[in-house]
């Protein structure tokens, strides 16, 4: 396993980090606790979940699994700034979580899931969650005060330098890094724990195994190869993998215990992959992010990449656009595809010389 600093808390945690959000829903909370003993046990030392997650039993099974841990963790709770918006329901949510997960208190808490800078102002708001959270810390409940984030690199960067987290957890692989490569370098250069999640994109990897295997190296999967991506990249201190099976908990060890380290090189080699072996693809790369009316471009394109790359349909697609408006790359600008005036800048700007006013005119039947 590698362990490395989480920013500059002196906590050293697991590259792999366990995912409490894919339960297997049929067992029993008692038979998934089991599962955290046995990655304990491998060497994971970072623990997240949320209320919540697994039709909300994750933290009562994480209450059962840590409680028989005989050695040094670290775990996580999180609570939005949308629902928790007051300093007392803060509070509230803090204490409620430590007696479901039966700890003196959370190592890492999260104010959860900022989409925008507006969500961001109203954990910081006087009196609102971020205050609350200031208190619990005061009294030891909490140690660390880090945020998640789905906003574009520009803004991770805007919230990391007001200085009032120590971390930041963020949707990060293989896949999807370009978008995110600028809120994670800078996180790292500037010292702040860096914790993915999403690494297999949602399970479409192992879903789409052969059209990915452009991905690979030496006879890996395409999972094992997003796995190492993540895992044995510096500048990501915690990957965290929503572990089901056992089996799944040992490759992530294995591929922890063998990787080395991404160079530079070999990122922008992947980079390039991406591009070369999909022409028809959207890179990430952003030049034609300057829309005149202020479509997020990049985003948009990234959506149409699920019809190229793992050929959504249009109702797949549609659920695609409605999840990314309240949660995705599209919660943080609310200007539609249908405000295109079809100047024909974008296309212009694009590296891969994608028709994009035709694929905006495509998703925007799809927008509702
Ligand atoms: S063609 Fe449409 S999407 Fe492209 S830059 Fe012009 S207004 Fe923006
Ligand atoms: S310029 Fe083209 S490839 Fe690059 S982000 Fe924009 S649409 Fe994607």
Redesign the pocket.
């Known amino acids: 396993m590698i362990y490395s600093e989480y920013g500059q808390t002196g906590k050293k945690v697991s590259a792999v980090g366990f995912g409490g959000m894919r339960f297997d829903e049929s067992k029993s909370n008692e038979e998934n606790a089991e599962l955290l003993i046995y990655a304990y046990e491998k060497g994971i030392n970072y623990f997240d979940t949320a209320p919540g997650y697994s039709s909300d039993r994750s933290e009562d099974i994480y209450g059962i699994g840590l409680s028989k841990l005989k050695g040094t963790f670290y775990v996580t709770s999180k609570a939005m700034p949308t629902k928790v918006d007051t300093s007392e329901k803060a509070i509230e949510a803090v204490k409620k979580s430590l007696e479901r997960l039966k700890v003196d208190k959370i190592n890492f808490y999260h104010v959860w899931c900022i989409r925008n800078m507006d969500h961001y102002s109203l954990a910081m708001r006087p009196g609102g969650q971020y205050e609350g959270l200031l208190k619990c810390k005061e009294e030891g409940l909490i140690e660390h005060i880090v945020f998640s984030s789905h906003q574009p690199g520009d803004q991770v960067k805007q919230v990391l330098d007001d200085g009032m987290f120590e971390g930041v957890l963020l949707g990060m692989n293989i896949l999807n890094f370009p978008y995110r490569w600028d809120g994670v370098s800078y996180a790292y250069k500037n010292k702040y724990g860096v914790v993915a999640m999403n690494p297999l994109s949602g399970g479409m990897i192992p879903q789409h195994e052969e059209q990915l295997g452009y991905l690979t190296e030496n006879n890996e999967s395409a999972t094992e190869a997003a796995l190492r991506f993540n895992i044995s990249c510096p500048e990501i201190t915690v990957t965290l993998n929503g572990f089901t099976t056992r089996e799944q908990i040992d490759m992530a060890c294995r591929i922890a215990d063998e990787s080395k380290p991404f160079t530079e090189e070999d990122i922008n080699k992947i980079r390039a992959k991406l591009g070369t072996n999909m022409n028809s693809v959207c890179t990430a790369c952003g030049y034609?992010k300057d829309?005149?009316?202020g479509?997020p471009?990049p985003s948009y394109m990234q959506h149409y990449n699920e019809k190229q790359i793992f050929s959504a349909d249009d109702d797949a697609l549609k659920n695609i656009l409605k999840f990314s408006h309240e949660w995705g790359l599209l919660a943080s600008n609310s200007v539609r595809a249908k405000?295109?005036?079809?100047?024909?800048?974008?296309?212009r700007d694009c590296t891969q010389h994608l028709p994009?006013?035709e694929r905006?005119k495509y998703l925007n039947k799809l927008d509702s």
Do not use: S
Request: hydrophobic residues 45%; charged residues 15%; contains cysteine.
């Open positions: 034609c829309c005149p009316v479509i471009i405000a295109c005036i079809e100047c024909g800048k974008c296309e994009i006013i905006l």
